[in-house]
């Protein structure tokens, strides 16, 4: 689902329609792991921040090495897109065959490419009861 966040819900245009497509396609690489073309969606020098273990991956060449080494790659599934201009905001279940981690990933783009990536995960927990009256759940 893609979602506009302007001024009145306007409908995205077809610059921010580019841009959903390629965060679209790098779930698709992704679950396909098809790695090799993250190369065609990101700029050479863009950063992946993680901020939760305090890492950074800078250019290709780390971001290769990062993903030929991955022990698993999860498979992907969006929940929602959000763009507006130059950024598009996933949320994101990835599910690595056992673990499942709730995700939201902050992309940055230039000239229809990705320059920086921020994600966020965590695994799902019970809410607690102290908030049940006030909450719905699913």
């Known amino acids: 689902m893609i979602e506009a966040t302007g001024p009145g819900g306007t409908p995205p245009d077809r610059h921010e329609e580019d ?15 098809d790695v090799g073309v993250m190369d065609d969606l ?3 020098d863009a950063v992946m921040d993680w901020p939760q273990s305090g890492e950074k991956v800078v250019g290709a060449e780390n971001r290769r090495g ?9 498979t992907i599934a969006l929940r929602r897109v959000l ?12 599910d690595y065959d056992g673990p499942v981690y709730e ?6 783009l230039r ?24 909450v719905r759940v699913g």
């Open 19 to 33: 841009n959903a497509a390629v965060v679209q396609r790098l779930v698709d690489c992704l679950n396909a792991r």
């Open 42 to 44: 990101f700029h050479d």
């Open 66 to 74: 990062v993903y030929g080494a991955f022990p698993q790659l999860p």
């Open 83 to 94: 763009v507006s201009g130059d950024v598009v905001v996933a949320m994101a279940t990835l």
């Open 103 to 108: 995700s939201v990933f902050v992309f940055e």
């Open 111 to 134: 000239d229809g490419r990705i320059t920086r990536e921020t994600s966020y995960w965590a695994e799902p927990f019970d809410p607690p009861e102290w908030r049940a009256r006030w």
